[in-house]
């Protein structure tokens, strides 16, 4: 079809406009309308300029008029395509189009407020055909479909308020219709009474969304910006771009170039367009409140069961994220296409109909939601409430060790009963499970109330059991309570329910009805095979006798390791074989032979891998777990490799040395290959497998020495590693990696292995290995690094570190790298062949003497040893804790002074999962009595949490490891209730007693720790004080306090310098005791091991033990 360039036609001679998102441009850049991004940012000076006609514009608007964020994009004036290019990440995202990553959930008690102020208008006077008198030519052939002729300028800001349950709706309506209507009219600043600053300072779930400038953060305070808008009305400096319009560059200029540039403006108001826009937006909704979900679910649940379930949830989630950013890049492509005129607006309904995106259709996601997430949701609200009754809750299926093996309810039976044997108090069993909740929810909650009213009238108090038949293979009919006294006979009594057949699962064999009193602890018929029928011993009037566990191919859930909470992953979904029972009529309860008692927990073996940025450790631990699955590199070939970390590498073939990059492994967030020199592993990882029922490894992956951002990097870096093993029980081994053909140990390298030692006693050192990687070309020998290695332990008088053969290991990772390439079918010449087959052979024969060295390695129990380097991240962990007590201390001093008596400030503190720093953190200020505080919380955006990563080390803000809040109760103030041991004055003096002792250890450590949070403090008050209509003056008596506390400070460390105080290493752990016997600091000190154990977890990939071969250590 053949285009003629007509001035008049829609497509080519009407302007265009668009919301602004990159505000980078001018008069004069060029656009790309088909993308929605700016091409060339030349500018044009020859503008006239005009004041908009009407200039304020303000919007209240519900939730229930916008339930999606592209709703709420449309009802302040994005038109359908920027909403296309947002919702499909088209652009990079700023102002209030970031409202687009907004995760929390959007109901009747949301409100919007936004707010315009449009200050000038600024144009460029062209004409068709003749731009170029203006607006030189573009210098070579662009993508650029238009020019920015118009530009609106003025400042925008969206607040989301979230209102609070116990909170009038009503009330906060008229406030914020208040504020809505005196921005409408300009009247500024507006005039607030003391209810209405009352009812703001309540909304204090609020996120704000607009010009960078003005806004800053997302949690901006409402009542700030209120204040500050006059402010930025009469600055233009304030003043950003809010909407282009554009004309087509092929009616701007003449050249032929020109006439072939197509852009179909109509699409977008097409139906086709209008599904995308829907159907994207429902998707990421969905995706959203998946993610909550999973957020709010326990990391790890007691159950099994629960576990395998929850870890299949997260991956069907993962697996769902994927394909929603797979749709919305194809739908990117497609929609260039048919905005170019390239493809027909089909391609938009035929991609969204693909059967690979069946997963995202509506039907699917209803189906994820409600029978995996909201089972997994309710499950969990239904432990939580047994357990605040008291009542122990068991999962049947937890009990059958082997989910292939078909279990029945009377195995159950015989489980329990041989479980509760030995109890002195008597047993309540209750069969039940969610088919039977959800179907007889009114019986359930009888049943319910009954049993707990039983349990409270027995004497002495009787056990009571829930046990869940859920996920049970047979299913249960009816509601049973067994009671299992502690004289007489065990009784069983049940509900009658009338079951629907409907309801009946295809492969499920229904229970025969018990007997009504059935012996629970009847012997079993000795044979070999299972009896079909068993016989009864006489009722016993004694107390009830042990019985045997069952036996079968089952086995009891073993307890777990020393780091319990541990985060566990399912078996995939795809090769999880389903159960299937087997229909059979009924029987006579089945008592099988007894099973064996279950062994103790597998033994952890803790192995920490230490090297330089580029040394190879990821690498090296992808190798080494394939090592133990394949004996021979032909195995690896024709099998399936395990892949932990991803890895690219270049590798160069052929005669011509072809460079092909390779890619193996799925992308992981914590490995970035894309800044050559800096450390590909960006924090602490583990893996962790069992070798056999007796022992558990875990590789510690680490990030490298070395990094090429500096000093600082690296002195984070090891920061970060050595609080990592502090939170272990235990160490094993530490390898250190290095490469065998170093000319010089890096100096960073150097300073690593020196800490290491100041952190480990010499206790550890016979703990310490080598582990020499790429070695084939050094004839797998330490090489030219051996030498340098020996020169710098004698050198660090470090003699008593053996390097010797026996803790000197080499190997060969680049036989990995070829498999890695041969699995993305490149070819090698037979001799490459043959040395890669010999050297994964040498590697396998290395790795089983390096795990026989380890197994033998005494453990380093890293509670039982103490040293100067733990003592500094001891202290480190306790600088917060202990300021904040400090703070604690003066609020209540203040009130004591003001004769506040009737209140007191405590302290409370929750855990978090992410790093967190008083940088990429976001604040709130909160009212505290007589005084406001600055809280701190994690990131409400979800594409933040990893931001602290690109915080600098600049020692101007510190880390936060738990969330703390401050609360006003109702008990007489004074320092007597937190039983303190000695006054203000003797706490400071305690904690600069531990700074002495760092400063005289001369560690490559902030020697002062307590000063940036003193500083920080200081600076929040300061923020505090510049706040309009709060009363501050209990702050500013605070403020005095802080200030006063540097003047102590100094005087604390002139006189410990006079005293020449040395402290032993026992000395300075009683003073840290005693600091942390407070009981203040106590629960915070808790709630940060707390948060290190949930980054630790969210940091562990357990490797499934059908994954690699058990035959090790047997």
Not at 180 to 200: G, S, T, V, Y
Request: charged letters at 25%; hydrophobic letters at 35%.
């Amino acid at each position: 079809m053949s285009f003629c360039f007509s001035p008049f036609k829609s497509t080519t001679g009407y302007p265009l406009e668009r919301k602004v998102i990159d505000r980078s441009g001018r008069l004069g850049s060029l656009y790309d309308a088909s993308t929605d991004n700016i091409i060339d940012r030349r500018s044009c000076r020859r503008s006239a300029r005009k004041t908009p006609k009407k200039q304020f514009i303000c919007l209240l608007f519900s939730g229930d008029q916008s339930r999606q964020v592209s709703s709420v994009l449309r009802n302040i004036g994005y038109d359908p395509a920027i909403r296309l290019s947002i919702g499909l990440r088209m652009v990079t995202t700023s102002g209030i189009s970031r409202v687009i990553d907004y995760n929390q959930s959007i109901d009747d008690n949301t409100r919007f407020l936004y707010y315009c102020f449009k200050a000038t208008k600024e144009k460029l006077n062209i004409t068709a055909r003749k731009a170029d008198k203006l607006v030189p030519l573009p210098l070579s052939q662009t993508n650029a479909t238009h020019m920015i002729t118009n530009i609106l300028w003025g400042i925008e800001f969206l607040c989301i308020i979230q209102i609070p349950t116990n909170q009038s709706t009503n009330v906060i309506d008229q406030l914020l219709q208040y504020i809505c209507n005196q921005l409408k009219n300009n009247r500024n600043p507006i005039q607030f009474n003391k209810n209405d600053l009352h009812l703001i300072h309540q909304l204090n779930n609020i996120t704000v969304f607009g010009s960078e400038m003005c806004v800053g953060g997302h949690n901006s305070s409402i009542l700030n910006i209120l204040n500050r808008i006059q402010d930025w009305q009469r600055d233009d400096n304030f003043h950003e771009p809010l909407l282009y319009t554009m004309q087509p560059l092929r009616w701007l200029y003449s050249g032929p170039e020109f006439s072939t540039i197509r852009f179909n403006r109509n699409i977008t108001n097409t139906a086709e367009a209008f599904r995308v826009d829907t159907r994207i937006s429902y998707i990421s909704k969905m995706l959203n409140d998946f993610g909550d979900t999973l957020h709010n679910l326990p990391t790890n649940f007691s159950s099994r069961t629960l576990n395998t379930r929850l870890k299949d949830a997260q991956q069907k989630y993962r697996f769902l994220l994927d394909s929603q950013d797979d749709l919305k890049e194809r739908l990117g492509r497609a929609l260039v296409d048919v905005h170019r005129e390239r493809a027909r607006l089909s391609i938009l309904d035929n991609i969204l109909n693909d059967q690979r995106y069946e997963c995202l259709r509506k039907s699917e996601l209803d189906a994820f939601r409600e029978n995996i997430l909201r089972r997994l949701m309710n499950k969990f609200l239904l432990i939580e409430k047994l357990k605040a009754d008291g009542i122990e809750n068991i999962l049947a299926s937890d009990l059958c060790q082997n989910p292939e093996t078909s279990a029945t309810i009377d195995d159950i039976d015989a489980i329990l009963n041989h479980r509760y044997s030995h109890q002195n108090v008597s047993i309540i069993l209750w069969y039940s499970s969610d088919r039977l909740l959800r179907d007889q929810e009114d019986t359930w909650k009888e049943i319910y109330q009954e049993l707990k009213l039983e349990r409270q009238r027995a004497v002495p108090r009787a056990h009571l059991v829930y046990v869940d038949f859920s996920f049970f293979g047979q299913m249960l009919e009816t509601f049973s309570v067994v009671r299992l006294p502690l004289v007489g006979r065990p009784t069983t009594q049940e509900y009658p329910i009338a079951v629907k057949k409907t309801d009946r699962p295809t492969h499920s064999t229904p229970r025969s009805p018990p007997t009504k009193a059935r012996s629970h602890s009847e012997p079993p018929i000795p044979s070999s095979k299972q009896s079909k029928s068993a016989k009864s011993s006489p009722p016993s009037t004694q107390k009830r006798a042990e019985t045997p566990l069952p036996t079968s191919k089952r086995k009891l859930t073993e307890t777990s390791s020393p780091i319990s909470k541990r985060k566990q992953t399912g078996t995939p979904l795809q090769t999880r074989k389903k159960q299937v029972v087997v229909e059979k009529p009924p029987l006579e309860p089945i008592i099988p032979p007894p099973l064996p008692s279950p062994k103790g927990s597998p033994v952890e073996i803790n192995v920490l891998l230490l090297g330089e940025t580029g040394v190879g450790k990821s690498t090296f631990i992808n190798a080494f777990v394939n090592y133990l699955k394949f004996d021979t590199l032909q195995q690896a070939e024709q099998g399936e490799p395990i892949v932990l970390i991803p890895v690219s590498f270049l590798v160069t073939v052929g005669d011509r040395f072809d460079e092909i990059i390779v890619n193996f492994g799925d992308v992981d967030s914590n490995e970035d290959h894309a800044h050559q020199g800096q450390s590909v592993t960006q924090q602490c990882k583990s893996y962790v497998f069992d070798l056999n029922n007796r022992f558990r490894l875990r590789l510690i992956d680490t990030p490298g020495i070395g990094d090429t951002r500096g000093f600082n990097q690296d002195a984070k870096n090891i920061d970060h590693i050595l609080n990592y093993i502090n939170s272990l029980p235990h160490l094993n081994a530490i390898c250190l990696l290095l490469k065998p053909n170093a000319s010089r140990l890096n100096v960073f390298f150097r300073s690593c292995v020196q800490q290491l030692i100041t952190y480990l006693t010499p206790e550890g050192y016979n703990n310490i290995l080598f582990c020499f990687t790429n070695a084939r070309e050094t004839f797998y020998a330490p090489g030219d690094t051996g030498p340098l290695l020996r020169r710098m332990l004698n050198d660090e008088h470090l003699n008593a570190i053996p390097f010797k053969k026996e803790n000197t290991f080499c190997f060969d990772s680049e036989s990995f790298r070829y498999l890695a390439a041969r699995k993305s079918r490149i070819d090698f010449d037979e001799y490459q062949k043959q040395e890669y087959f010999n050297s994964w052979n040498i590697s396998v024969k290395e790795s089983m003497r390096l795990l026989n060295f380890i197994q033998r390695c005494e453990q380093y129990r890293l509670e039982e040893w103490l040293s100067p380097r733990k003592a500094a991240l001891d202290i480190a962990m306790l600088a917060l804790p202990l300021m904040e007590t400090l703070r604690l201390i003066i609020y209540n001093a203040k009130l004591a002074e003001a004769k506040s008596i009737a209140n007191q400030v405590v302290l409370n503190s929750n855990p978090i999962a992410i790093d967190l720093c008083t940088r990429c953190a976001q604040t709130n200020i909160v009212e505290l009595g007589p005084f406001w505080y600055m809280q701190y919380r994690p990131p409400v955006l979800r594409t933040d949490t990893s931001q602290h990563r690109h915080c600098p080390t600049d020692g101007k803000h510190f880390f936060i490891e738990s969330i703390v809040t401050y609360e006003l109760i109702g008990l007489p103030a004074g320092l007597k209730v937190e039983q303190w041991q000695s006054s203000f004055r003797n706490f400071l003096f305690k904690c600069d007693r531990l700074v002495h002792y760092l400063r005289q250890q001369k560690l490559p450590v902030q020697n002062d720790p307590f000063q940036a949070i003193l500083e920080r403090f200081l600076e929040e008050e300061q923020e505090i004080s510049q706040i309009r209509n709060i009363d501050s003056t209990a702050n500013r008596r605070l403020c005095e306090v802080l200030n006063s506390i540097k003047r102590i400070r100094q005087e604390n460390s002139q006189q410990l310098f006079v005293a020449n105080e040395n402290l032993s290493i026992y000395e300075l752990y009683q003073i840290i005791d005693e600091l942390t016997a407070i009981q203040t600091v106590k629960k915070q000190v808790d709630i940060i091991k707390t948060s290190r154990q949930l980054k630790m977890v969210e940091n562990e990939l357990i490797i499934p033990a059908n994954l690699i071969k058990k035959r090790l250590f047997v």
